[in-house]
């Protein structure tokens, strides 16, 4: 069962738009522990894309202030306003369905992290059972107001389908009156990453896996379920395409430029995914404008690819402290350097900088907003 945990969630609350005034007092989110591919498990087969109602491929330069102040201004912004649409019902255990434009606009959020992150933003949605699958684990979420990756056949509005969908996808869960993690926020969660059972930030890891090349989301409102309970199920566990070029891993926050919305604020990790590699030995310096960070690197996950169970790509993460989540009255550089890695045809060490932005205000990098 749930415990409430609203500094948690709070943050990413106030960042997908809602205001103090439409919150739950006793709102909150949870996310389950990330999915685990391990060894002879089969994942899906890649199928034709675009989809009949695939979501939009987004490019951005992440290099590009201008560029990314837009992103977030145009196409993140517009993302939350889409209704989720969903016609099922818990007192049934209808899963129903969600809205073509709902599934469109997650998808398209994992796309625009993705684009961010400096991979293809070119994720489609599953056409199979598999967002059927992730649409009767959502119910399953909803009416027992917990979460499980293998959901017992006790549980109500239990199904076979359901729980396919559960061991292969993200899942999250979300409570209070006007308040839904599902969807695109749901996306937000994922990419935060917040909670004890997630230190190796596996749902980030999962969204940011560079071969991805489509997925499928399950969702349930939480005004129409008439609980006040929201969920989603991000179907992860492929299918894989080509891997893009990324030698020197992908960090999330991001190299580049990055709205401060999308910082980690509720779970404060930063990471850096590096296929093959170890961590074992590394070590991550960082500075915030100049001034070194103290760092606290995250016990680790599931870095046992290829050839062992896997969350992605192995990973580092850590939490900085003195690293700011709130608005920048300026640009906010951070100079990272993760040091000590280990493994054949890999980096021994990485270094980047984020920098981090009001994606509102009016100075961008090549002048004045017009």
């Not at 818990?90 to 992290?113: E, H, K, M, W």
């Not at 839904?180 to 749902?203: C, F, L, T």
């Not at 900088?353 to 100075?363: F, L, N, Q, S």
Request: with cysteine; hydrophobic share 35%; net charge negative.
């Amino acid at each position: 069962m749930r415990s409430s945990n609203l500094g948690v969630g709070l943050a990413l609350m106030l960042a997908s738009g809602m205001t103090l005034a439409q919150i739950s007092p006793d709102a909150g989110i949870e996310l389950g522990p990330p999915p685990v591919f391990v060894p002879g498990k089969t994942q899906r087969s890649p199928q034709p894309w675009p989809q009949p109602e695939a979501a939009s491929v987004i490019n951005v330069n992440p290099n590009n202030r201008y560029q990314v102040s837009l992103l977030y201004r145009n196409q993140y912004v517009a993302q939350g306003s889409v209704v989720n649409g969903w016609a099922g019902s818990i007192a049934s255990c209808n899963a129903g369905s969600t809205a073509q434009a709902f599934r469109d606009a997650t998808i398209n959020r994992v796309n625009l992290y993705r684009a961010l992150a400096g991979l293809p933003g070119n994720i489609s949605e599953l056409s199979g059972g598999e967002q059927a699958d992730d649409q009767a684990a959502a119910l399953m979420f909803a009416a027992n107001q917990q979460l499980s990756h293998s959901p017992p056949n006790t549980w109500t509005c239990y199904t076979s389908a359901g729980a396919t969908g559960a061991g292969s996808s993200n899942i999250a869960l979300g409570w209070g009156v006007g308040f839904n993690n599902d969807g695109p926020a749901a996306i937000d969660g994922y990419m935060d990453d917040s909670g004890s059972n997630n230190a190796g930030v596996g749902h980030r890891r999962w969204i940011l896996y560079p071969p991805q090349t489509q997925m499928a989301d399950g969702d349930v409102d939480s005004s129409a379920s008439t609980s006040y309970y929201s969920a989603d199920a991000l179907w992860v566990f492929g299918p894989t395409g080509s891997r893009p070029s990324t030698p020197n891993g992908i960090a999330w926050p991001p190299r580049g430029y990055v709205p401060w919305e999308l910082l980690p604020a509720g779970s404060m990790r930063w990471s850096l995914s590096l296929q093959n590699a170890d961590f074992t030995n590394a070590t991550v310096s960082m500075a915030r404008n100049g001034v070194a960070l103290s760092v606290s690197i995250e016990p680790f996950a599931y870095n046992g690819q290829p050839s062992g169970s896997y969350i992605g790509d192995n990973t580092i993460a850590w939490i900085p402290s003195g690293a700011t989540y709130t608005q920048p009255t300026q640009d906010v550089v951070y100079a990272i350097t993760v040091s000590g890695i280990a493994g054949t045809g890999v980096p021994a060490s990485v270094s980047y900088t984020v920098k981090v932005i009001d994606p509102y205000d009016a100075i961008f990098a090549n002048g004045y907003e017009p």
